[in-house]
């Protein structure tokens, strides 16, 4: 079959909204486009969009400052409104499994079938034991409906709703050369408020969870601490990105991104910690880091140490072409992990679910 047209990826996370736009290339892909735009701290509140303006404003600002021409994209959600589950079933025919799909949703995702849209992928068959590994997704029809008008009215037409989760994989896959090498990694989003976890065994998706946490908790604890505001805790917070407020940070703030952060790493600890309770496979082999509050050094070493994992952040562009009349590498560098779900996004084609 031939491929479909690849899509623009529309990461719309809850700070800031990201556009990856991919080109095929003779071997592999180039970067046409990747951009991204604050977005204000009240637009998007634990996943929920509270401000369609605004942030339908940020993409259409996105699409136009670009000239993005191709309007078909893919977008993901994450969070609360969307449960995966990894079940085992008896061997079944694709047709046996689409007619019991609605009674095993029932057993196993604990919302009404009637709010959710539902979808499914197969892992693995294996018949000497009988058994299929399939992977149940289900997500709210209310929210996946709040972000496709969001794209929709900034004049895109979504095409894929993919979860964030998956899209990391995706961007795995292409970036890391298939990751089906017997090796078990994590792949950690640290974004502002949800920490996405994917664990992909031997290329196969093993695990996944979604934690609400992230970058801001560690902003609004120096917030209070500090007695200052959102904007001065944020500026602290990344070392006085625009100006030089290097020398003015005060110390409580390391101290403080330390406490949130050691709180973070033993929630995320705690998912990984499940993992290997329930699953066969032993051992971690590494920890990928995409999304912004990767760029937290003290957040990376303490999953590290608390792991024992080695820890790396990931690079979404590292196998993409890219022109560097237009992208300077300094500049990918920088905002590589806040990449992560866009690129993943962008890989996505016309004519797939
Ligand atoms: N240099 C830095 N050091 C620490 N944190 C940073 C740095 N740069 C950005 N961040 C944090 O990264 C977070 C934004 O990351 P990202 O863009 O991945 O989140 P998002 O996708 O908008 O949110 P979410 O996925 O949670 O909805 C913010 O909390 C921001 O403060
Ligand atoms: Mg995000």
Redesign the pocket.
């Known amino acids: 079959m031939a491929k479909g047209k690849l899509l623009v990826g529309l ?8 556009l990856c736009h991919l080109k095929e290339a003779k071997r592999g892909y180039q970067l046409k486009t990747f951009d ?1 735009v604050q ?1 204000s701290q009240e637009a ?1 509140v634990d ?1 929920v969009i509270m401000n369609q303006g605004t942030v339908s404003d940020a993409i259409r600002n996105l699409v136009s400052r670009n000239r993005v021409r191709q309007k078909e994209c893919a977008i993901s959600i ?2 609360y409104s969307v449960i995966v589950k990894r079940i085992t079933l008896p061997l079944m025919t694709d047709q046996e499994l689409e007619n019991n799909l609605q009674w095993e949703v029932e057993q196993h995702i604990p919302f009404d079938i009637n709010d959710v849209f539902i979808d499914k992928e197969i892992l693995t068959r294996s018949p000497q034991m009988g058994t299929m590994d399939v992977l149940l997704v289900a997500s709210k029809r209310d929210m996946v409906n709040e972000y496709v008008s969001a794209a929709r009215d900034a004049g895109l037409t979504p095409k894929v709703v993919d979860v ?1 989760c998956f899209s990391l994989q995706n961007m795995y896959e292409m970036a890391y050369g298939g990751g089906n090498d017997g090796e078990t990694i994590a792949i950690l ?8 976890l994917i664990i992909v065994s031997n290329g196969v998706t093993a695990f996944t969870r979604d934690i609400s946490m ?3 908790q ?2 609004e604890e120096i917030q209070k601490q500090l007695s200052i505001t959102y904007e001065e805790a ?1 500026a602290y ?3 006085g ?1 625009d100006g030089d407020l290097d020398a003015v940070v005060p110390h409580e703030v390391e101290e403080v ?1 330390h406490q949130v952060s050691e709180t973070i790493a033993q929630e995320i600890q705690r998912s990984l910690n499940f993992f290997l309770e329930t699953s066969s496979v032993g051992l971690i082999n590494r920890i990928l880091l ?7 050094a003290a ?1 990376a070493s303490v999953i590290g140490q608390q792991s024992g994992v080695v820890v790396e952040v990931a690079s979404p562009f590292a196998a993409l072409q890219y022109d560097p009349k237009t992208y300077n590498p300094d500049y990918l560098n920088d905002v590589a ?2 990449a ?2 866009s690129v993943g996004l962008a890989l996505r084609r016309t004519g797939e679910r």
Do not use: F, H, N, Y
């Open positions: 990461d719309i996370g809850s700070s800031s909204v990201k991204m977005l998007i996943g994450s969070g964030d989003d640290l974004g502002a408020s949800i920490t996405s992230g970058g801001q560690i902003t944020e917070k990344v070392g990105r991104v995409t999304g912004g509050t990767a760029k937290s957040l992990p806040l992560g779900v």
